[in-house]
């Protein structure tokens, strides 16, 4: 299938590395020119604007860091739209508003071409690994379509409704992960400050009911106090704030994702919204010493 | 072994069928007589005190609601503490304070016995297959008198110090759940709210950074909004303000876990204090509806 990927950033790059080890015919677009070149090492072409990249392909695959930026790669000068192939499947990877990706596909509709909201879960980690677990929205042969790059890039590939239901999943999981760094940070820095032998808590507390994955992939991070990526607090935070927006629209309050959001404002306010989302951590711990 | 059981709640009388069902010589004894019975049927004797129930005894598990509650019935009129034989060793399965605890270890320690904290993890499914998560404190002697009472309540039995470090371990547990339950309710909220595929969308937000025990575990309540136990959302609550005492001890804030706490109140306060903490899930669904 001849593939173009826009946007090569943590996420990006890898996905466009399987594409091409899956054997796509894969071209590649970045705003910072550069970030093409390991990925032409691989073999894919390079192209000069999103537009150029998307002439001739069957599908583009845009993976991006927020909502402007990817209308502005889709429908700016030398955008997606201006070199789209008829029946061209248009695969968004980043995580975006769920309502201007309804807007957006209807857009690429009027254009002839599909828009599959793909965003995805599993950090720098499972992106690296094509382990990414992909939250899917769109018209269902679009996902057909889409599918040898949802497979290319992903493990576990859920279809949950129309353009947009990826991006809602995506945001119910950024709500649902919010609380968990939070209060596990927390606890981590109740237990360091109590003098508690943490690998064996830490492996205690896995087996019951504070199991989760950021328990068993994070504590590490906010043992040490330090926070590779991952997934930046920044983008984490960009995320919290989009799924409060449609809850509002939707007459919900979510209090304590709003809680963790605010701890994420400080956090970015003192340098640390580049580190991994675990660094929520620093929080508790900073206000700590007796 | 000879075994008394004092509090034979939902935890408690699981634990002394447990114990009965292992080939221990248990008595049993319960502020409400009535709840002695079913145990009675299995074999086990009635006391009709706390002292009497620990007299002969090698050893005494306790399991009650609450740190006053553990008191009395260790040292208050009729309690343990007058029962008590030389080298008894006392088993507080209870979720109470750890400051309290090592407090009570060194006064039945006076007394030429020893207190084992063992407060659990795992909820009444736990404590009905006795696969409870079990966080030891307490001196290592003590603990391995206690050993053949804890592995046959629990499956993973950690010590983790002295005693007092069961229950800082437990309240590092309740901390940590604290933020899980919270926003894994307020993800489930929206996700409804938004029309998601409820099962497709929990198979694969467990599958990936969001998956926690609760979500494998709870989701289906919330998304019921129907909340059997399980776990009270009063005695969370009592156990993270038992955290955020000791927290506060060691000059730590932890303000998303003390955010929960304030919307367990308002549940408590609106009469839902004896629902499983899933309950949380109310909060964000019932300010719902476009």
């Not at 996420?11 to 594409?19: D, E, K, S, Y």
């Not at 068993?216 to 920044?234: C, I, T, W």
Request: glycine share 12%.
């Amino acid at each position: 299938m001849r593939v173009a990927v826009i946007g090569l950033g943590t996420m990006g790059a890898p996905m466009a590395r399987h594409l091409i080890e899956a054997g796509h015919e894969v071209t590649v677009h970045n705003r910072t020119r550069e970030r093409e070149l390991p990925l032409s090492v691989l073999g894919a072409a390079r192209a000069e604007t999103p537009a150029a990249a998307a002439a001739g392909a069957e599908g583009v695959l845009t993976c991006v860091s927020d909502t402007p930026d990817l209308e502005q790669i889709l429908f700016g000068t030398g955008g997606v739209a201006e070199g789209l192939e008829l029946n061209c499947v248009v695969v968004d990877c980043s995580t975006v508003s769920p309502s201007a990706t309804a807007d957006f596909a209807a857009r690429l509709r009027d254009r002839g071409a599909g828009l599959v909201d793909a965003p995805v879960s599993g950090g720098s980690e499972g992106a690296e690994q094509g382990t990414l677990t992909i939250f899917v929205g769109g018209e269902a042969d679009d996902v057909e379509r889409a599918r040898p790059i949802l497979e290319a890039i992903g493990k576990r590939i859920t279809h949950l409704g129309p353009s947009g239901a990826g991006q809602m999943a995506k945001a119910v999981n950024q709500v649902m992960i919010a609380g968990t760094y939070a209060t596990v940070g927390e606890g981590i820095a109740l237990a360091q400050a109590a003098g508690l032998p943490l690998p064996a808590l830490i492996e205690a507390l896995s087996a019951g009911a504070a199991g989760s994955w950021v328990l068993s992939n994070r504590a590490q991070n906010m043992v040490e106090d330090h926070y590779p990526l991952g997934f930046k607090v920044a983008l984490h935070r960009k995320d919290v704030a989009i799924a409060l927006d449609e809850a509002r629209r939707l007459g919900l309050d979510l209090g304590v994702a709003e809680a963790v959001l605010h701890e994420e404002d400080e956090l970015i306010a003192e340098g640390h919204g580049d580190e991994d989302v675990s660094a929520l951590a620093r929080l508790a711990k900073r206000r700590g010493g007796p």
